[in-house]
């Protein structure tokens, strides 16, 4: 039942709070509103922000899921009738085979982005070893391991590189930047369609150009199809499904390499993806080159 009473001398407290007590509540009640307003502005905020990581991870489950299926389903497919015997000439056997490979490469190139990408959400990417390297040869063994999957959708590549060019980068990131933008050509091209490979020497820099006969990419959305995660609106509910972040490796490894890369129209009304990346010799040695080879 003890009760203990403690008071402070009014002409004490000034002393004992920072900047003095208030003459009148007021301003104090106002500034105790701001602040409720703007933790309860930052709780939304963060709420938005959680919402939307949500959504985006539930729409990146959903479009990898897809992606995934497609082929495990052609492999287990003509897996089975390799298996059942039911193929009976050479020539069926080697056809069902042909697309197992196919999209085996197509599940190996899906896996590969994922497990490039995912630790770049965490750390820097691990950039390989830098040197000159001979564009046409990187992107004759990209161009290799599309082939089978252009000839499904009977698709004509055109490839115009110079031998003599060469870029500074590393093989594994120039590879998987031409891979991710013919992978993209043939995901949103229509059959039949021709997918232009051009580079050219552009002063310091070379310019690689991959050009399709799609729908192309509005203005508006040239900038974000870079975004991670980012897929069109038209695509979203389309036949056509992407996990959203091929082209995001592609502007990280450009950007990592001294390069960058744009989208525009191409002549033909699809979208023309641009690279420019560091010249591997330099414009005058690049010169010297060609005269020589001439």
Do not use: C
Request: charged content about 25%.
């Amino acid at each position: 039942s003890l009760v203990v009473q403690a008071a402070v001398r009014q002409d004490a407290a000034p002393n004992l709070i920072i900047g003095g007590l208030p003459k009148a509540r007021i301003p104090f009640l106002f500034g105790l509103i701001l602040l409720t307003l703007g933790l309860g502005t930052a709780a939304l905020l963060q709420m938005k922000k959680e919402h939307e990581l949500a959504r985006l991870r539930d729409d990146f489950i959903s479009s990898v899921s897809h992606e995934f299926r497609t082929p495990l389903t052609q492999i287990q497919v003509f897996a089975d009738l390799l298996d059942s015997g039911r193929l009976e000439t050479e020539e069926k056997r080697r056809w069902s085979t042909g697309v197992i490979k196919r999209e085996a490469r197509r599940l190996s190139h899906l896996v590969g982005n994922i497990l490039h990408f995912s630790p770049s959400r965490h750390a820097p990417l691990q950039q390989g070893a830098v040197e000159p390297i001979q564009l046409a040869a990187a992107v004759d063994e990209s161009v290799d391991t599309f082939l089978p999957q252009a000839e499904a959708q009977e698709a004509e590549l055109l490839i115009d590189v110079d031998p003599a060019l060469h870029a500074l980068a590393s093989r594994g990131d120039l590879h998987r930047i031409v891979a991710n933008l013919l992978d993209n050509a043939l995901k949103y091209g229509p059959s039949g369609q021709t997918i232009r490979v051009n580079a050219s020497e552009a002063g310091d820099s070379v310019r690689l150009s991959v050009e399709d006969q799609g729908p192309g990419i509005t203005k508006e959305d040239r900038k974000r199809v870079f975004d991670p995660y980012y897929r069109l609106e038209r695509d979203t509910s389309g036949p056509v499904q992407g996990s959203g972040i091929g082209l995001a490796l592609v502007g990280e490894l450009t950007s990592l390499l001294g390069g960058e890369v744009w989208v525009e129209d191409s002549d033909e009304g699809g979208a023309r993806f641009v690279v420019m990346l560091p010249n591997g010799f330099g414009p005058s040695e690049q010169t010297s080159l060609s005269e020589e080879k001439g």
